[in-house]
């Protein structure tokens, strides 16, 4: 077997020891049984369940519909993030760490790359990963809620998350603020 991975972001290796290092700490815990704990999200109530759907249906609505129009225009640093991603898509020899466009690491923008990739160059690729972070963080908004605090706690902070203007309108552009909330969350859940 030959691999080759010259090609291959280090940061790719660096999630996936991140992921063996949190399976390795479960696994050392003992098993998870999975469907009590997926059991234990959703109250056996229909009526609790539809709302939680309900919700998160609405969250995913806001931040997908017309995301390709609204907002209007593409911001310079959303054009930056585009193009760098473009670039790491068409290239296989463009592997940077550091984003310039960014001045961050350039882990988002290899979001952008895939969606880029998978859709075509426009400003709906562009904003897609922004905008199932924040899905994906209403989710375990939810999920921590519920697991820390009880099943009201988490309807109530589903739904202020859900309708929460500060994580629609960034999750409305295509920059890397709502991966913040999604990856603080996702340590949580892991805590919890």
């Given at each position: 077997?030959?691999?080759?991975?010259?090609?291959?972001?280090?940061?790719?290796?660096?999630?996936?020891?991140?992921?063996?290092?949190?399976?390795?700490?479960?696994?050392?815990?003992?098993?998870?049984?999975?469907?009590?704990?997926?059991?234990?999200?959703?109250?056996?109530?229909?009526?609790?369940?539809?709302?939680?759907l309900?919700?998160?249906?609405?969250?995913?609505?806001?931040?997908?519909?017309?995301?390709?129009?609204?907002?209007?225009?593409?911001?310079?640093?959303?054009?930056?993030?585009?193009?760098?991603?473009?670039?790491i898509?068409?290239?296989?020899?463009?592997?940077?760490?550091?984003?310039?466009?960014?001045?961050t690491?350039?882990?988002?923008?290899?979001?952008?790359?895939?969606?880029?990739?998978?859709i075509?160059?426009?400003?709906?690729?562009?904003?897609?990963?922004?905008?199932?972070?924040?899905?994906?963080?209403?989710?375990?908004?939810?999920?921590?809620?519920?697991?820390?605090?009880?099943?009201?706690?988490?309807?109530?902070?589903?739904?202020?998350?859900?309708?929460?203007?500060?994580?629609?309108?960034?999750?409305?552009?295509?920059?890397?603020?709502?991966?913040?909330?999604?990856?603080?969350?996702?340590?949580?859940?892991?805590?919890?």
């Open positions: 077997l030959n691999l080759d991975l010259a090609g291959v972001p280090v940061q790719l290796f660096v999630l996936l020891a991140a992921v063996a290092w949190v399976a390795a700490a479960g696994i050392a815990d003992g098993p998870l049984p999975l469907r009590r704990w997926l059991g234990g999200l959703v109250q056996h109530d229909p009526w609790y369940a539809l709302l939680v309900a919700l998160l249906v609405l969250a995913a609505f806001l931040r997908l519909s017309r995301l390709d129009e609204l907002p209007a225009g593409v911001w310079y640093d959303e054009a930056k993030i585009g193009l760098e991603g473009w670039h898509a068409q290239d296989a020899t463009f592997r940077p760490m550091y984003s310039e466009g960014t001045t690491p350039a882990a988002y923008v290899y979001l952008v790359a895939l969606a880029e990739g998978l075509g160059k426009s400003v709906l690729a562009l904003r897609l990963p922004s905008a199932l972070a924040g899905i994906a963080s209403t989710a375990l908004v939810f999920v921590f809620a519920r697991l820390a605090f009880g099943p009201r706690v988490a309807l109530a902070a589903l739904t202020l998350f859900a309708v929460a203007r500060w994580d629609i309108n960034f999750s409305r552009i295509a920059m890397q603020g709502p991966t913040t909330p999604l990856l603080t969350l996702l340590a949580a859940v892991a805590a919890v």
